[in-house]
């Protein structure tokens, strides 16, 4: 199997990192300091945001086995944008919260695509076999 450079390694360490303060710096202390008049789905999406920060944290020490997570990063900002944000944008409804939002979710799409290393994905999510769904017949 084909080894993933060391200076690609630091690049994903380097992007756990980012998301690791971003979340941090934002999402930390409205979960800490909660109001108790928080929406249902704010919540819910702080709390998300939180378990992705502290998640972020094995990635600085495994940055290929936390790759799901960078996928993941990448996958609900691409639904988000397509979805939500262009519609909204082109239909010249930002708001501030919004158009923030999709700022984020945008530089997003541009950052996750580079970091992550397609080949090591290909290889290991579709080439590789998947794990058996019986339990091994004994011999």
């Given at each position: 199997m084909t080894e993933v450079p060391v200076l690609r390694l630091y690049v994903l360490r380097a992007t756990y990192l980012l998301i690791v303060i971003g979340l941090g710096l934002v999402i930390w202390?409205?979960?800490?300091?909660?109001?108790?008049?928080?929406?249902?789905?704010?919540?819910?999406?702080?709390?998300?945001?939180?378990?992705?920060?502290?998640?972020?944290?094995?990635?600085?020490?495994?940055?290929?086995?936390?790759?799901?997570?960078?996928?993941?990063?990448?996958?609900?900002?691409?639904?988000?944008?397509?979805?939500f944000g262009l519609p909204l944008w082109s239909g010249h409804r930002l708001d501030a919260g919004t158009a923030e939002t999709l700022r984020d979710c945008l530089l997003g799409l541009v950052i996750f695509p580079i970091v992550i290393p397609w080949g090591h994905v290909w290889r290991r999510y579709f080439r590789q076999p998947g794990d058996r769904w019986k339990r091994a017949s004994a011999s």
């Open positions: 202390p409205l979960i800490i300091q909660h109001s108790s008049t928080a929406s249902h789905m704010g919540s819910v999406v702080r709390s998300l945001l939180g378990a992705v920060s502290l998640l972020a944290l094995l990635g600085l020490r495994y940055p290929l086995q936390m790759l799901p997570l960078l996928l993941f990063e990448l996958v609900w900002k691409s639904i988000w944008v397509v979805a």
